[in-house]
């Protein structure tokens, strides 16, 4: 088991979502990174939806109960064991008794801890991950905090220390994400699109779960951007009616009235994951096809992983 001492700024616990349930109005949750949870996963000997601790800013503090098999990934959070560095994308066993610091973020905005088993949290509607509008899943629903003790599962037989991948380095200079057109980018003029492609903009503090506001110069659309609501997706770029993007992150409402000039295509949502507040950012369009070819490059890694 791991028992909490400090809980952090905010520390969940979340698998990969629930998807099953968008239709009824249920936001899909999840770990914001999920490249780095599958990351760690995989390096603890885990399944991919194994469900591990994801920190935002400021990480936890923890004390493990009985000897474990552990590893983060994400952000540089400035991490120890025993008050002795760690490194990101490399697994470690602890000893009862021993503490984990994970400190503030130096690069990056949220760190993921897996560990062998996989924390053992009952699921909701099938998932494991922490809504915390609607106070459901993860641990009690809620952000940990000192004087938890999250249960582990049983580790596979994969489960080794000294594991190692290539650490994904965040920061220094403009955060570009790609994005497929659309659906609603008919409704705003060239001027517009190029705009919106070419000019860098600022995450604002307004920045969470539920999504990330921008800031530059406004989009006027053809005639305004308000829409009949409809359904919108982890990674939707909304227009608001001040001309400024909203990007709709993992606690996202399940449908909006603002036009949606485009959405950020898969990979790249782990990159918006550890945008913090005063990053830059930029947009570039790729087709649908080349976005499947990066997903299914991706894919494979993982699949290797995973073996």
């Known amino acids: 088991m791991l028992s909490i001492i400090n809980g952090g700024m905010l520390s969940t616990v979340q698998d990969l979502g629930r998807f099953s349930v968008m239709k009824d109005g249920f936001t899909q949750s999840g770990a914001m990174d999920q490249y780095s949870m599958k990351l760690a996963n995989a390096l603890c000997g885990n399944e991919p939806?194994?469900?591990?601790?994801?920190?935002?800013?400021?990480?936890?503090?923890?004390?493990?109960?009985?000897?474990?098999?552990?590893?983060?990934?994400?952000?540089?959070?400035?991490?120890?064991?025993?008050?002795?560095?760690?490194?990101?994308?490399?697994?470690?066993?602890?000893?009862a008794g021993d503490i984990l610091t994970v400190g503030g973020a130096r690069s990056g905005m949220r760190c993921c801890l897996a560990i062998a088993g996989g924390f053992a949290v009952p699921e909701v509607m099938g998932s494991?991950?922490?809504?915390?509008?609607?106070?459901?899943?993860g641990y009690a629903g809620r952000k940990l905090r000192a004087g938890d003790i999250l249960p582990v599962g049983v580790p596979s037989n994969r489960a080794n220390a000294g594991m190692t991948a290539p650490v994904r380095e965040f920061g220094g200079g403009c955060v570009r994400l790609r994005v497929i057109m659309g659906p609603q980018d008919d409704m705003f003029t060239e001027t517009d699109k190029a705009l919106f492609l070419r000019q860098h903009y600022t995450a604002t503090a307004g920045l969470d779960r539920m999504g990330l506001r921008l800031s530059g110069i406004a989009l006027k659309g053809k005639n305004g951007t308000?829409?009949?609501?409809?359904?919108?997706v982890f990674g939707s770029v909304q227009i608001t009616r001040s001309g400024m993007p909203i990007i709709l992150a993992a606690d996202h409402q399940t449908t909006g009235g603002y036009a949606k000039i485009a959405t950020v295509i898969s990979v790249d949502l782990p990159l918006l994951a550890q945008v913090k507040p005063f990053d830059t950012l930029c947009f570039s369009a790729v087709s649908v096809r080349q976005a499947e070819r990066l997903a299914a490059k991706e894919k494979k890694f993982f699949d290797k992983l995973f073996r």
Request: hydrophobic fraction near 40%; glycine fraction near 12%.
């Open 226 to 232: 308000d829409i009949i609501s409809d359904g919108i």
């Open 49 to 95: 939806n194994s469900p591990v601790i994801e920190m935002t800013a400021l990480g936890i503090t923890a004390r493990f109960t009985a000897e474990h098999i552990f590893c983060l990934c994400g952000g540089d959070f400035g991490a120890t064991l025993n008050g002795k560095p760690i490194e990101r994308s490399r697994s470690y066993k602890a000893s």
């Open 128 to 137: 494991a991950s922490t809504n915390l509008k609607l106070g459901i899943g």
